[in-house]
């Protein structure tokens, strides 16, 4: 153990403190900026800000509005200032330091719009019920109407103009036409005397005051669907008590979690949370994980095992010494991936963005239509006729349309993660719901993957030679049956070093000793010569066959309950192994599955899969390295969190306790998603059908289109939110 130096700010410099740690090498990505955006509020929004920073030359560009975030790669000609520019330009306010340190001005916040909207908007609004005189004149209400116009104007505007610079006219653009066609007409009203039939300023405040507090209750229901996100996020920054060496004697010194360093040796107790991703060197604790892995049952810890950032010690006492900190710990990853995949679109968001973005330009068309019809042809008054055309303006409403999925995905998502479930994407939810065919691997998904040795056989050589050889050509693979392999085989028979050692997926391992003599283990079929057909891999020395073994390995505990609760969701399910095939029979028939294949290497799994793929939407769970493939490969690739990293990395779905009836909750959320998001499409392009023509044929007014338009928002979302809410998940 070796100890550094660090600067504090205590003591004179004979007694700097150091700090227990062992130097490992870690690198880390380098990750894409994200900046938070105030002042989106559909999915137009997010469009002209995406449009203004793929002109401005930034790389894979993504906007989501429900989060309102930004993510980007920065080309070297370009600095964060330019980046922050554009957005500003294109009509919105980026957040310094995000959501949540954010400080604005109490004045800028949207409460603070609403409630001096309605100083102004209430009495403006009660001459229509009050005889007092004083409220009917038209420069009094001129006056009541002229500060709520400038906040709107301020307010709307700038987002409406920076959308339309950037080509994606937003819900905004409505809003501003529609309180400006009733404020200039009843300018010009007042200063022509023209009487009151020409006075519609409660339509300008009234318009906005209702849109302001449909935005204000929309940004407060889309906090809500990101509500996950922010509980994951809270758990990185914790309190950590590190140990500081002085003088030959240790202390504890409490700090934040990211000043914790790799090799940091920190103690833990009853209630901590674990500051960084490490290894216990000492002591023993029960540990919380439930809001990383879904799991709710605490997890002993002792000495080697591994620790997670963010969990909570729920008894006992430890030592650890941090190995991951940073991005590179399992809750910076998690996060990330559940970031990544709020941005990814699923492919039925792009019925709602298409027409979302030819909305504006067509409702705006419609408006004018609605006025000279009725103007002209019905031979309404202009007044009557002007207030037919704001209230389609108003009514409309392209945000229900953008809302819908993203807002639907965003809660699903997230439910997944405290589920212990990660979703590579939205387009995976649409997928994962789409199966009606899920294949599994055996060995390590479907049973536990702890092989024990029921049988070892030499017919040449030594048995000591044997065991040492399975030894060294497993040392080094992944695969859950080489470290059993190892586990068995390794330090009590002598040692065999090797060289030149190659793993080929599926078939086995080789390697070369240093007298040029070539081992190899692989499994029974690639065998040299036969041998007892109840043994399952072979050793061989040159080509020659010197021993043979045999194994078990029990089905996991949660298998049969999960692959009967999908066969009642209607899924077939089949098992595609590389096992014999009296294993693989066997395994099919205790856990009910439809159809089996036995003793397939990878290109097989890869042409049985396609096959049924062609035949219907078919997924793949898996866990090791020759599954890799098959994941990347499948519809949708499914694999647990204990798997190789080949398998984190190809799989779209990954169940990160490795219990399979997280995949029963993830078929179950991704369907319920989906459901969800066609409700909220249907619902949104059902208001807008009804709603605009009866706007067009003067039966809504104004004031009662904006609380219509403001509402149909708040439904979409409440509708998104009862994935949250659903007991059975």
Known sequence: MRSSCRNTASPAPACKPTYLRVKTPQCYPKPMHELSIDGMTCSNCARGVENALRELGVSDPSVNFTTGTASFGLPEHLSLPNVIKAIEDAGFRVVAGGEEDARPAWWTTLEAKLAFSLIWTIPLAAHMFSSWHVLHDGYVQLALCLPVFILGLRHFGHSALGSLRNGAANMDVLIVLGITAAFIYSLVGVLANLGPSYLFFETTATITSIVLLGNLLEKLAVRRTTSALRELSK??????????????????????????????????????????????????????????????????????????????????????????????????????????????????????????????????ILSVLTLVVS????????????????????????????????????????????????????????????????????????????????????????????????????????????????????GDSGRITLTEIHETRGVGVSG?????????????????????????????????????????????????????????????????????????????????????????????????????????????????????????????????????????????VVLLNGNLKLLVSAYDIARLSLKTIKQNLFWAFLYNTLMIPAASAGYLTPSIAAFSMAFSDVVVIANSLRIRFTSRY
């Open 512 to 652: 070369i000793d240093s007298s040029g003599r070539r081992y190899e283990i692989g499994a029974a079929r690639y065998a040299p010569q036969a041998f007892p057909q109840d043994y399952d891999l072979f050793l061989a020395r040159d080509g020659k066959l010197i021993a043979a073994i045999q194994l078990g390995d029990a089905v996991k505990a949660e298998a049969k309950a999960a692959l009967s609760a999908l066969k009642e969701r209607g899924l077939r399910l089949s098992l595609l192994s590389g096992d014999r095939e009296s294993k693989a029979r066997q395994t099919a028939e205790d856990l009910g599955l439809d159809t089996y294949y036995a003793q397939k290497s990878p290109q097989e799994k890869l042409d049985i899969l396609h096959k049924h793929e062609a035949e219907m939407p078919t997924g793949y769970v898996g866990d090791g390295i020759n599954d890799g493939p098959a994941l990347a490969q499948a519809r949708v690739g499914i694999s647990l969190s204990n798997a190789s990293q080949v398998a984190v990395e190809s799989a779209q």
């Open 235 to 364: 758990l990185q920054s914790v309190p950590a008590k590190r140990i500081v060496l002085e003088n030959g004697s240790e202390r504890i010194e409490e700090i934040a979690s990211s000043q914790v360093a790799i090799d940091d040796v920190c103690v833990l107790g009853l209630g901590d949370a674990v500051p960084a991703d490490g290894i216990v060197i000492s002591g023993a604790a029960s540990i919380d994980e439930s809001m990383v892995s879904g799991e709710s049952a605490p997890v002993a810890k002792e000495a080697g095992d591994q620790l997670i950032g963010g969990t909570i010690v729920q008894s006992g006492n430890l030592r650890m010494r941090a190995v991951a900190i940073g991005e590179r710990t399992v809750l910076a990853q998690m996060i990330r991936l559940v970031k990544n995949a709020q941005h990814q679109k699923p492919s039925i968001q792009r019925i709602g963005d298409k027409v979302s973005s030819i909305f504006v330009p067509a409702v705006s």
């Open 375 to 490: 103007w002209l042809i019905l031979d309404l008054s202009f007044g009557t006729a002007l207030m037919r055309s704001i209230a389609v303006l108003v009514v409309a409403c392209p945000c229900a349309m953008g809302l819908a999925t993203p807002t639907a995905v965003m809660v699903g998502i997230s439910l997944a993660a405290r589920r212990g479930i990660l979703l590579k994407g939205g387009q995976t939810l649409e997928t994962l719901a789409s199966l009606k065919h899920i294949i599994f691997d055996k060995t390590g998904t479907l049973t536990s993957g702890d092989f024990r040795i029921s049988g070892f056989k030499v017919f040449s050589g030594t048995e000591q030679e044997a065991r040492a050889a399975i030894a060294a050509l497993e040392q080094s693979s992944s695969h859950p049956l080489a470290k059993a392999l190892y586990s068995t085989f390794n």
